[in-house]
């Protein structure tokens, strides 16, 4: 298994693998968009998972994170964090934020596992077939050699 950045001929098996992982939903158009701050996992040509994240300044952004279905829980998410911020204390950054389903307890619980703490909520932040749903806001500080 190897990770690597993103590249242009990934963006139809990530745009399928977040379909299928009930993610962001993001199209093969946003995933270019986002191609230079996209990692992969990839086994044998397959994609097993991906990180899509911003970065401006000191302050970061998890835009987008998934892991195959079949492969969860065996450490890949912390594996693809973990390369996020590898490349966050290369460029200087101090703060990670995300936004995430108020009902993804999955991701939540992932997020916690990171060191993400909730710092805020926005109400009905996203539509679903199941209604309007909140977003939970949360932020890492990382630590700095300073
Ligand atoms: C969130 C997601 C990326 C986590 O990926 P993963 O590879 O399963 O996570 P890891 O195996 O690295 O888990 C690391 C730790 O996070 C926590 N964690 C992850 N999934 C969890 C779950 N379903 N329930 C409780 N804790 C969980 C655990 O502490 C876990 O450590 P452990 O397995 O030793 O207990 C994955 O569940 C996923 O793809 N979800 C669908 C897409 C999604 O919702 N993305 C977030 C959009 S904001």
Redesign the pocket.
């Known amino acids: 298994m190897s990770l690597r950045a993103a590249r242009a001929d990934d963006v139809a098996q990530l745009s399928a693998l977040?379909t299928a992982?009930?993610?962001?939903g993001w199209s093969a158009s946003q995933f270019a968009t986002w191609l230079s701050t996209t990692l992969v996992l990839e086994d044998q040509a397959a994609i097993l998972?991906f990180v899509t994240y911003s970065s401006v300044l000191d302050e970061a952004e998890?835009l987008?994170?998934?892991?195959?279905?079949a492969?969860?829980?065996?450490?890949?998410?912390?594996?693809?964090?973990s390369a996020a911020l590898a490349q966050f204390q290369r460029d200087g950054v101090q703060r990670c934020h995300?936004?995430?389903?108020a009902g993804?307890?999955?991701?939540i619980?992932?997020?916690?596992?990171?060191g993400f703490a909730p710092t805020g909520t926005r109400k009905n932040y996203y539509s679903g077939p199941a209604g309007r749903e909140d977003a939970l806001l949360m932020t890492l500080v990382l630590e700095t050699d300073a």
Do not use: C, K, M, P
Request: proline content about 0%; hydrophobic content about 40%; glycine content about 16%.
């Open positions: 977040d992982s009930g993610g962001g998972g998890i987008n994170i998934a892991v195959t279905t492969r969860r829980r065996e450490g890949l998410g912390q594996r693809l964090w995300l936004e995430v389903r993804n307890e999955a991701a619980a992932f997020y916690h596992a990171l």
